[in-house]
């Protein structure tokens, strides 16, 4: 859908400014202090993750809290969204006595089923890990392969005895506690959303929490579901529709009409499907949303190696920029920042490898394949947004400015990717906050007196503000 410039002065827009289109996603792990989400926002988060697999409610309100005090002292009127990532149908192994342990061919070991809520009480070892999916003697027979902590970790069922199983290692490989375990081709007997679920839901509604990220997606349905439990209180908080199996892409179309966004979820689709496959399901997945207008998100190991090393690998930085080309609004850092040791540095890079795609796009034409390959009939207000997007190419623009209200006219001038920025303003910082899950957004926020002024005044003292930060290029002529 994307396509390069066949040579990169064909504009000068958003050269020389320090606009970043993308938007990062940052996962905030037990390193949640204020300093420590401060410099996360400072490095260029726009949204912050919290996952739900990990911790507990009062874990996750300190990084809550901390994220919103600094908001609230910074001078510099950041809008930083909040993500609550849910566990959906998703089996993990329990806690260990040891920060972990290692494998190598042909040991074995045993696996026993608790409840979830025993989880905590007990520490697994080297010989007996635990595992909270009650029915794993029943799904996992003698001679099934089971894939932990997305794969790195592969054993065979060789013993099976109702409560508990017995494994072969495959390959060499280091375990941590809370991993996630998948077994291919398996039936899963769990529900769409959990009673943990529900309670997580209902934590990110008492906390006002932007969007809920939904595990392990596989119809629409389960979207509605996860819509019913947020219920009218939690009517505001946008759904994301995490992609992570065989079942998921046989019903994309369903599931983007359905939720918010979309998160093409590497780690368990990657290993459910075959490596070779797992690209054009992130380019199918990608396409569909732009055109649907959806936000989608890629997510992953894109900087992995910045866990533990100061720099990326460069298959790494090369990953980032065709997730780019592809058309993604948010690239995601999961444990780069939830655990990693270069937190800040991992930000910068992304935002460099971010600059460097963006400025390496053709946008008209994409803007032309986007309004070519779009359904008829549009509706009225993508009309107004599409028309917009093309008089502000005619007329050199240097922004395209929004009021914005309910964040729909926003939406469909981010379908079409503009190269200029697109500044929503509005009195609703909660509906700002949505908007940083769009690609080229930049979110402003105003007071209701502001509103009252002439509009002439206010545009002006908008596009002077974004000048002057530097969110234009210095170097244009001054047409608006």
Not at 185 to 211: C, Q, T, Y
Not at 379 to 386: G, Q
Not at 432 to 446: A, T
């Amino acid at each position: 859908m994307y396509r390069l410039f066949a040579k990169k002065d064909v504009t000068n827009i958003i050269h020389n400014s320090s606009h970043r289109k993308t938007s990062i996603i940052c996962t905030v792990g037990q390193n949640n202090s204020f300093d420590y989400i401060g410099k996360l926002v400072d490095s260029g988060m726009n949204i912050m993750r919290i996952n739900c697999s990990h911790g507990d409610h009062s874990w996750h309100q300190k990084s809550i809290d901390n994220l919103r005090e600094y908001i609230k002292k910074t001078t510099k009127r950041r809008i930083v969204a909040s993500m609550l990532d849910i566990r959906g149908p998703k089996i993990r192994t329990g806690m260990l006595e040891a920060t972990s342990y290692d494998y190598a061919p042909d040991e074995e070991f045993f696996i026993k089923v608790i409840p979830t809520k025993e989880i905590p009480n007990y520490k697994g070892t080297k010989d007996l890990i635990y595992c909270d999916y009650l029915s794993l003697a029943k799904s996992a027979p003698i001679g099934q392969k089971i894939l932990i902590d997305d794969g790195l970790l592969q054993v065979v069922v060789t013993g099976n005895n109702n409560d508990q199983i017995k494994v072969k290692v495959l390959n060499n490989a280091t375990i941590f506690e809370r991993k996630g375990v998948l077994i291919p081709g398996a039936h899963i007997d769990l529900p769409a959303v959990s009673e943990k679920d529900k309670d997580d839901i209902r934590f990110a509604v008492r906390n006002n929490i932007d969007f809920v990220a939904a595990s392990f997606i596989r119809k629409a349905a389960q979207i509605r579901e996860v819509r019913n439990v947020l219920g009218y209180e939690g009517r505001n908080i946008g759904i994301v529709a995490k992609v992570e199996n065989q079942e998921g892409l046989d019903n994309i179309d369903e599931i983007i009409n359905e939720a918010d966004a979309v998160m093409v979820a590497r780690g368990d689709l990657g290993t459910e499907l075959a490596p070779e496959k797992i690209f054009s399901a992130q380019k199918t997945i990608i396409s569909k949303c732009n055109l649907q207008g959806k936000p989608v998100i890629t997510a992953t190991q894109m900087l992995e190696s910045m866990t533990y090393y100061p720099t990326p690998t460069r298959a790494e930085c090369t990953d980032v920029a065709n997730a780019i080309l592809d058309g993604t609004d948010c690239v995601m850092l999961s444990g780069e920042t939830a655990k990693g040791k270069y937190p800040q540095l991992v930000v910068q890079t992304m935002h460099n490898i971010c600059k460097e795609a963006e400025e390496s796009l053709d946008y008209e034409r994409t803007y032309d394949d986007l309004k070519d390959n779009t359904e008829r009939p549009l509706n009225t207000r993508e009309i107004v947004a599409c028309s917009a997007v093309h008089i502000a190419y005619e007329m050199k623009s240097k922004l395209i400015i929004v009021f914005s209200e309910t964040g729909l006219t926003t939406r469909y001038l981010a379908k079409y990717k503009p190269i200029m920025p697109i500044i929503s303003v509005s009195t609703n910082r909660k509906l700002l906050q949505k908007e940083n899950i769009h690609r080229g957004v930049i979110p402003h926020y105003v007071l209701d007196e502001d509103l009252l002024r002439p509009m002439e005044d206010l545009v002006k003292d908008i596009y002077e503000h974004f000048h002057r930060n530097h969110f234009i290029n210095q170097d244009q002529d001054e047409k608006e």
